[in-house]
């Protein structure tokens, strides 16, 4: 079974785009079966928001920032299957 | 949020935010649940695309604040396995925890937040999320209808709790006793799936086990549920008049699928640190 990790990069929030690292975790490198994609930056209030959640389950990734913007990705082709306005959790 | 099976993803909003034509007003300006099934439009590239919710659940209750929090056994087994500590996964819950805000009267101002945890056995929205799946149509259920019997609502732990007092059918409540954690198994909440429709005011049972902690460990301690075992961790400071603060962190595990003459905590590591050097480095583990 793989795993995946997703790391998010928010330094120099003013000028930051955001990135989903995908690693395996049997040898900490990218996974070999994820796609390359990047989900639409926020505005900048919500960049440095501490209440992204992640959460990962089986092809999918769901980024939420909370009443704010849900997004769900297949994270191994890049297909973005669901944006969601207004989410609490 | 929280992913389902087949595909499908529940988050807690407002019905305002979601794209669905035709709300009811009984639900059309409240906090509601609503379910997604992924499978229904596949987009390619930058293409995104606001879908329409495969049903909504009408909360009864005003809240100002929503998390979901829903952890499925981390292994799956076919029906055929039996593996004793493991529950199907019909019977899973899922925890909505919920905060409101209490004015004292006399127009003193005061807020208090109000923190409460409703338990949902996941049967309960699948049913209905199934037959709406079925007409093709937005589904929308109002609180009668699914929420007011057969769940379970309790003052919410601490936050901490929240997040990890959930696993499959099991669910860690708020308790005030100290050197014990109560919890809660809902391991026979499918059960009530033929009695949905009842109106009778009910909780859904739940079965509650304690588990006593080993002399010493404080209240607050934080606690995380697995499958099989419950996880403590304390943190606490000796010799509070020494300088540097040394604290120690303790974790027990306790688990339950070990023979019943050999459970309780059988295992504990303890993390040691000072407060001005970091010295994070020095672990131990022994049996006790």
């Given at each position: 079974m793989e795993f995946v990790e997703i790391r998010v990069d928010s330094r120099l929030l003013a000028r930051c785009r955001w990135r989903f690292h995908f690693l395996s975790l049997?040898?900490?490198?990218?996974?070999?079966?994820a796609a390359e994609f990047t989900l639409s930056d926020p505005p900048h209030d919500y960049r440095?928001?501490?209440?992204?959640q992640l959460l990962v389950a089986g092809n999918y990734v769901a980024a939420l920032l909370s009443t704010y913007h849900l997004t769900v990705c297949n994270w191994k082709t890049g297909q973005t299957v669901l944006v969601s306005l207004g989410t609490y959790s | 949020m929280a992913f389902l099976p087949e595909n499908r993803i529940l988050v807690a909003s407002h019905s305002t935010d979601l794209v669905c034509a035709q709300v009811p007003d009984s639900i059309a300006s409240g906090p509601v649940l609503a379910v997604f099934n992924l499978h229904a439009i596949p987009l390619t590239g930058d293409q995104q695309v606001t879908q329409t919710p495969v049903a909504m659940f009408g909360l009864g209750f005003d809240t100002i604040d929503m998390h979901l929090h829903y952890r499925p056994n981390t292994h799956s087994y076919s029906p055929e396995v039996v593996v004793p500590f493991f529950s199907s996964p019909a019977d899973h819950i899922i925890a909505l925890e919920t905060t409101n805000e209490l004015v004292t009267p006399r127009g003193l101002g005061t807020i208090r937040a109000l923190r409460d945890i409703v338990l949902i056995p996941i049967v309960k929205l699948l049913y209905h999320v199934g037959t709406a799946e079925k007409e093709g149509t937005c589904c929308f259920v109002q609180w009668d209808d699914w929420?007011?019997?057969?769940i379970c609502r309790l003052p919410a732990p601490p936050p901490s709790l929240c997040r990890n007092g959930v696993s499959g059918s099991q669910f860690i409540p708020y308790s005030e006793s100290c050197g014990v954690i109560d919890v809660c198994d809902?391991?026979?909440?499918?059960?009530?799936v033929a009695q949905l429709?009842?109106?009778?005011?009910?909780?859904?049972p739940c079965a509650r086990k304690e588990v006593h902690l080993p002399a010493?460990?404080?209240?607050?301690a934080t606690a995380a549920l697995s499958e099989d075992a419950i996880v403590i961790h304390e943190a606490s400071i000796v010799a509070p008049s020494i300088y540097p603060l040394i604290y120690i962190q303790l974790i027990y595990i306790h688990r339950n699928s070990l023979p019943r003459k050999r459970r309780g905590f059988i295992f504990s590591s303890s993390k040691i640190s000072s407060a001005s050097v970091k010295q994070d480095a020095l672990w131990r583990s022994l049996c006790i």
């Open positions: 049997s040898s900490g490198e990218p996974h070999p079966l440095e928001s501490t209440d992204l | 929420g007011a019997t057969g809902f391991s026979h909440a499918q059960a009530r429709q009842t109106s009778v005011l009910e909780s859904v010493g460990i404080l209240s607050s």
